[in-house]
């Protein structure tokens, strides 16, 4: 099971990534979980440590090994290097682990020249068209906020999106050209996942305006997974409520995979 967890800043994308591949992991599964947003807080989401995390390396910002890996010139762009590097080892040497867990911080693709073709950006498009299409692994993907991981065409290879979203009209037309943008790539397996409802007027107003995106679960607005994130914890280790919901939404999706 590959899934790209995406949607607006701010739903709780990355809260649904982390406790998701901590209950993927417990039912003995292996995951590789994927921190592919600029703004990467997966990690602490999943349970790592504040020192773990401190140690972390985002996989773009790794220059020399990059450049051994493209045969690139440092710092430059528009020069020759390779456009298939080596990246079959690279989940295995460069996660965090946990247990039967994985997790691999991407980081930023930069930009030079006023484009991003660039060993960089190469060598990310490689390692995960790999991840995507060669791992035996469960996938998590937390991608960055809004679209422009599909105007890249990053995600080919997955088998659905989760789209979280909250009770808001911006949030809802996020989801809706996602779900087109991802039929672009050939990907129709796009659900959603309503974040923060505090009533039951929360869920039927995103489920009436979804336009055919199937809702997999929800998961209420709760203050303490806010302390939670203040004392560093996972959700998953301190609210037993949204573990439960997260169990739901992942039976849902399995129903609904095997039956696509």
């Not at 020399?64 to 390779?82: L, P």
């Not at 390692?127 to 937390?142: G, M």
């Not at 796009?190 to 199937?214: M, P, S």
């Not at 203040?230 to 280790?237: F, I, L, S, T, V």
């Amino acid at each position: 099971m590959k899934i790209a967890i995406s949607g607006k800043g701010g739903v709780g994308k990355t809260t649904l990534a982390g406790t998701l591949a901590r209950v993927i992991a417990a039912s003995e599964h292996k995951v590789l979980a994927i921190d592919a947003d600029p703004d990467a807080n997966l990690a602490s989401a999943i349970g790592f440590s504040l020192d773990e995390v401190s140690k972390i390396t985002p996989f773009a910002e790794m220059t020399d090994f990059i450049q051994e890996r493209t045969g690139s010139q440092k710092g430059t762009y528009g020069g020759m290097f390779k456009l298939n590097p080596k990246v079959d080892d690279i989940p295995d040497n460069f996660s965090l682990r946990r247990e039967n867990l994985k997790l691999l911080v991407l980081g930023t693709i930069p930009e030079g020249g006023g484009g991003c073709y660039c060993p960089e950006s190469v060598i990310l498009k490689f390692l995960l068209r790999h991840i995507l299409l060669q791992r035996d692994e469960s996938i998590i993907l937390d991608m960055e906020a809004g679209l422009e991981h599909l105007g890249r065409g990053a995600t080919r290879g997955i088998d659905a999106f989760i789209v979280v979203v909250e009770p808001g009209s911006r949030s809802l037309q996020t989801a809706r050209q996602i779900k087109k943008l991802a039929a672009d790539l050939g990907i129709n397996q796009v659900f959603a996942v309503g974040n923060k409802v505090c009533e039951a007027g929360d869920r039927e107003f995103i489920r009436n305006n979804l336009e055919g995106i199937e809702v997999l679960g929800f998961l209420d607005y709760d203050q303490n997974i806010v302390a939670a994130d203040r004392r560093d914890q996972a959700p998953y280790e301190v609210n037993p409520e949204l573990v439960a919901n997260v169990k739901n939404i992942y039976a849902n999706l399995q129903t609904k995979l095997t039956v696509a």
